[in-house]
């Protein structure tokens, strides 16, 4: 049964709203059937509008999960940005809050990050997108780090970022799957980040 009344959704709605609520109804379909489930005319019987609606916004169905992607690392994304800017400048407090963001977003989205990632496993379109998310990741981070990294050479800190967000998806998979809670996954990441990017002496200190 579709998430909106029958009346809530064929009612006319700006674009960017109907936009929103085609992507919605996206969402929710993977989460409840998976990737296979997905086309554009059920998008559209669910969220109660024609088919030529639904095309008319995304195109192809590969262009409505590459959206959907987008959508759901940019909301994450957010998050993530507004919680560093209250968080204190330790590099302790700086990992938790990356390894915390990270595993919450496993635990809410995870299932349907996860599941249009592998579906679009050779897409050229989602291959751009994530090259591109990844250097926001990374750039983000390096930011946060910058004023405990200034022994590592850019490069450097780059590479370790990098090595970071692979570690941060390897953890939250053992989360999706139930082999640990979230508590200690993100325990785990922050402990990571905490060792890569510590200068030499202040790990050792720790």
């Not at 700086?94 to 963001?101: D, G, L, P, R």
Request: hydrophobic content about 50%.
């Amino acid at each position: 049964m579709p998430p909106t009344s029958a009346i809530a959704s064929a009612r006319k709605l700006p674009k960017q709203e109907r936009r929103e609520q085609l992507l919605d109804c996206a969402q929710a379909m993977v989460r409840e059937e998976g990737t296979e489930a997905l086309t554009l005319a059920r998008v559209a019987e669910r969220a109660g509008v024609t088919k030529p609606v639904a095309y008319d916004h995304f195109g192809t169905r590969e262009a409505l999960m590459v959206e959907l992607f987008r959508r759901i690392d940019d909301r994450q994304t957010a998050v993530l940005v507004d919680t560093l800017k209250t968080t204190a400048g330790r590099l302790d407090a700086i990992a938790a809050t990356i390894a915390a963001a990270y595993m919450s977003c496993a635990r809410e989205v995870g299932t349907e990050w996860y599941a249009l990632s592998a579906a679009l496993k050779g897409s050229e379109a989602m291959e751009a997108v994530q090259r591109e998310l990844v250097t926001r990741y990374v750039g983000i981070w390096q930011g946060a780090f910058a004023t405990h990294a200034a022994h590592l050479p850019p490069d450097e800190l780059n590479l370790r970022c990098i090595g970071i967000l692979g570690a941060g998806e390897a953890i939250s998979l053992e989360l999706l799957r139930g082999h640990i809670d979230e508590a200690r996954a993100a325990a785990s990441l922050a402990a990571l980040i905490t060792a890569a990017i510590a200068a030499p002496a202040a790990a050792a200190a720790s």
